[in-house]
Nanobody, 123 residues
Framework: QVQLVESGGGLVQPGGSLRLSCAAS????????MGWYRQAPGKQRELVAA???????NYADSVKGRFTISRDDAKNTVYLQMNSLKPEDTAVYVC?????????????????WGQGTQVTVSS
């Protein structure tokens, strides 16, 4: 079993900053890709940022230059630094991790999802 726990969400004014964290725990041999998705009411879920096990990152066009994704493999944790926040960034942010389980199994991974953390950008 693997659990992902997000933290760091909250209410900020436009132009402000937040730092989200997502810590994975449980039956983990290694973690491949990790990422952040967001979903607002009436809108489809979208990928905000993702980072590979090798440290390669990609971002949605709407957040390029403002958000930075990073990871700490010793802590099984991924971060999302969000700067210059805009009202349109308001959403529930959900963490995702591609996990390789331990044990004598065939190669393969399982995707896990966190519960989500609310980010609200408003005056």
């Amino acid at each position: 079993q693997v659990q992902l726990v997000e933290s760091g969400g909250g209410l900020v004014q436009p132009g402000g900053s937040l730092r989200l964290s997502c810590a994975a725990s449980g039956s983990i041999f290694s973690i491949y890709a990790m990422g952040w998705y967001r979903q607002a009411p009436g809108k489809q879920r979208e990928l905000v940022a993702a980072i590979s096990s090798g440290g390669r990152a990609n971002y949605a066009d709407s957040v390029k230059g403002r958000f930075t994704i990073s990871r700490d493999d010793a802590k099984n944790t991924v971060y999302l630094q969000m700067n210059s926040l805009k009202p349109e960034d308001t959403a529930v942010y959900v963490c995702n991790a591609e996990v390789a389980p331990p044990g004598p199994t065939m190669p393969g991974t399982i995707d896990y999802w966190g519960q989500g953390t609310q980010v609200t950008v408003s005056s």
